[in-house]
């Protein structure tokens, strides 16, 4: 079930994650202009939590370890809320807009 997860969200996260930090804009971000790679930075941000939270328990890594790393994908996490917040705030109101 696991590797399950991954492999799904290396499709649906990874992939146009680093599609936007490469420059590719889908049409619906296209619409309204901002700083798209701050979104694909929060994508890797997402799945590299999901990486430290998940592969030392498929590995069978001790406690420890398993502690610190879920401990760190909690970090990128809030990591990646963060840059979704920037970017909501740099590409400011949408046109037509109440302010």
Do not use: N
Not at 8 to 30: D, I, K, Y
Not at 43 to 67: F, H
Not at 77 to 83: K, N, P
């Amino acid at each position: 079930m696991t590797w399950a997860v991954l492999s799904v969200g290396a499709l649906v996260v990874f992939l146009p994650s680093v599609g936007l930090l490469a420059g590719w804009v889908p049409t619906a971000l296209a619409r309204r202009p901002g700083p798209t790679r701050l979104l694909g930075a929060a994508g890797v941000l997402l799945y590299t939590a999901v990486i430290a939270g998940a592969l030392p328990r498929l590995v069978g890594a001790p406690a420890g370890v398993r502690s610190g790393l879920s401990r760190a994908a909690v970090g990128l996490v809030i990591l990646a809320i963060l840059l979704g917040i920037v970017y909501d705030l740099k590409r400011g109101p949408m046109p037509g807009s109440r302010k």
